[in-house]
């Protein structure tokens, strides 16, 4: 089977424990590992770290950035443990349970959480959890009757000025990006205030091959989109990246260097593929 090239990678900017944190996720997911690693100095930093790695097969970046920079739960991971990824012993699914139950045992060691793993209305195992490095994990058992998704997605939780703009991001982003597609949409219905009828309790959709979920909350969240968390969109010539800078700038607010914020508040870095440590 031919592997697709992974061409959005999640970008994790962190205050200068970029290493230990990479070191430490690959630690507790299976098939992860530690691809890469660049070092530069800094006079008053110290050494600093941008660490290329593997996470159950998908390819994230994590690089040191300094205090200033903090995640938000509008940003989290979500972690698919479908019963049909596990060996049947005893059964899949308690293999699932299992799995989810010891990531999120270590997930929580020095963190917080943001909702307690146990039963919910969507799913028989359901945590959300934000590590000791205040990124935010979802661990969730799948229903493998469903259609496959990867094992981790980007979750994008649309909150504040932001809630109700979710179906007008996705649309967006599937006008422009290529090999891309429209998953699962469940709305909110009559009496579930503060949020509105029909708007998206949750959805996924594919950006070039890279799975993504979206959701919106109208309760009165403390926390929104910011650039802690970007998206790498790795381009193979100078077109590619014109495409897709004017496209997705419009109506944005310029960063540096290819890096931005879209008009929805994501951040996003077009580069080059040559210049990529993987």
């Known amino acids: 089977m031919e592997t ?9 900017r962190y205050n200068n424990d970029a290493k230990e944190a990479a070191e430490f996720y690959t630690s507790i997911f299976p098939a992860s590992k530690i691809v890469n690693i660049d070092i530069s100095h800094d006079s008053q930093a ?53 799995k989810l139950d010891e990531i999120w045992e270590k997930l929580s060691e020095g963190g917080m959480v943001m909702m307690p793993v146990g039963e919910y209305p969507f799913s028989k195992r359901y945590g959300w959890i934000q590590d000791k490095y205040g990124l935010s994990w979802q661990l969730i058992l799948t229903n493998p009757a469903g259609e496959a998704r990867p094992p981790i997605i980007s979750s994008l939780l649309f909150v504040g000025e932001s809630c109700g703009h979710a179906e007008e991001a996705l649309n967006y982003y599937l006008s422009i990006f290529k090999n891309s597609k429209q998953g699962n949409i469940v709305r909110y219905m009559a009496g579930q205030e503060p949020n509105k009828e029909g708007t998206i309790m949750f959805s996924d959709f594919m950006l070039e091959n890279y799975w993504f979920s979206a959701m919106e909350s109208a309760y009165d969240h403390k926390f929104t989109f910011n650039e802690t968390k970007s998206f790498l969109v790795i381009c193979d010539d100078p077109k590619e990246i014109d495409y897709y800078r004017e496209n997705l700038y419009a109506d944005s607010k310029y960063m540096q260097n290819g890096w931005f914020k879209d008009k929805f508040g994501i951040s996003w870095q077009v580069i080059s593929s040559d210049i990529l440590r993987f």
């Not at 697709?4 to 994790?12: A, F, G, N, S």
């Not at 998908?58 to 698919?80: L, Y």
């Open 4 to 12: 697709i090239k992974q061409k959005i990678i999640p970008h994790l």
């Open 46 to 98: 110290g050494d600093l770290h941008k660490v290329s790695f593997e996470l159950w097969g998908e390819k994230f970046i994590a690089a040191d950035a300094g205090p200033d920079f903090k995640f938000t739960p509008a940003i989290s991971f979500m972690v698919n443990f479908d019963p049909l990824f596990f060996e049947s012993s005893p059964s899949q699914e308690e293999a699932a349970i299992k």
